[in-house]
């Protein structure tokens, strides 16, 4: 994907952006959309949610199931190819339409898919280094204690690494305490944790005992397939961290119940 420059971006204020949700943050973590809003209109864009989108098909073109998911990325370009840039709060899904829509699709919709996978982006990618969100006239977020966890597709498909250290360091003042192996598979992995539950359940012990480890009160991360999976075991276990989608911590979401936690009183 080519990025625009600072000054680009400046000369077309307010930049348009269409905002794909997820599935997972659909129905179960709406915060994290609305957090995300707050975030993109704070760096000054004119935000959009398309009423028609579902899911990207991801789920289905990990199995295999290609027959189900072209006709979903077909319909999500339909919806989202209008817009200056796309934005998801999610690695794996915008590293579905930017790296596996040109390849599953064909014909015209192939050059569809490669157009929209140009302009889309993952939240904190887009707001560090395209909307360059400052802190501006606002306090900084007061957090607790953070560390952080990269999921495979965020890092390995897109590149996210440091986006979202920087924007904590602009916009909470907070260094994210490293986790040992923060870069390991949380084993997820989208069907992966169905089809090997005893594999999975070992990484994401693993993945949990190391953000223990770092005392930090709260384990952040980009992608909620990975956050449920580190709440479910936190929570089955016991463990005293809270789990949080990165845009909560940055727009100061923290008066909700962290991942997997019930609805407070």
């Not at 289905?60 to 190819?81: H, K, M």
């Not at 040109?102 to 909307?131: C, H, Q, S, V």
């Not at 920087?166 to 909470?172: K, S, T």
């Amino acid at each position: 994907m080519s990025n625009p420059s600072k000054e680009q971006t400046s000369q077309r204020d307010p930049l348009r952006v269409s905002l794909f949700v997820t599935c997972l943050a659909d129905l179960f973590r709406p915060s994290v959309a609305f957090a995300s809003i707050r975030l993109l209109e704070q760096a000054g864009c004119v935000v959009e949610v398309p009423g028609q989108q579902t899911c990207c098909g991801q789920p289905a073109y990990n199995t295999g199931d290609y027959a189900t998911s072209v006709p979903l990325a077909r319909q999500l370009i339909a919806q989202f190819e209008s817009a200056d840039y796309v934005v998801a709060p999610s690695g794996s899904c915008a590293g579905m339409i930017c790296h596996h829509y040109p390849t599953l699709l064909e014909g015209e919709w192939r050059e569809r898919a490669r157009r929209l996978a140009a302009k889309t982006f993952e939240l904190t990618t887009f707001l560090n280094d395209i909307a360059r969100l400052k802190r501006g006239d606002r306090p900084a977020v007061k957090l607790p204690a953070v560390t952080y966890h990269d999921s495979c597709a965020g890092l390995r498909e897109l590149g996210i690494k440091q986006q979202p250290r920087a924007l904590l360091r602009e916009l909470c003042d907070t260094e994210v305490k490293e986790l040992r192996q923060t870069e390991v598979c949380c084993g997820f992995g989208g069907t992966f944790c169905a089809k090997m539950p005893e594999i999975s359940g070992k990484m994401v012990g693993d993945k949990l005992a190391n953000a223990l480890a770092t005392e930090a009160s709260i384990l952040a991360g980009g992608d909620l397939g990975c956050l449920l999976n580190i709440a479910g075991r936190a929570s089955r276990s016991g463990a005293a961290i809270e789990v949080r989608h990165i845009a909560e911590l940055l727009c100061g979401d923290l008066d909700s119940p962290a991942i997997g936690e019930p609805e407070r009183q």
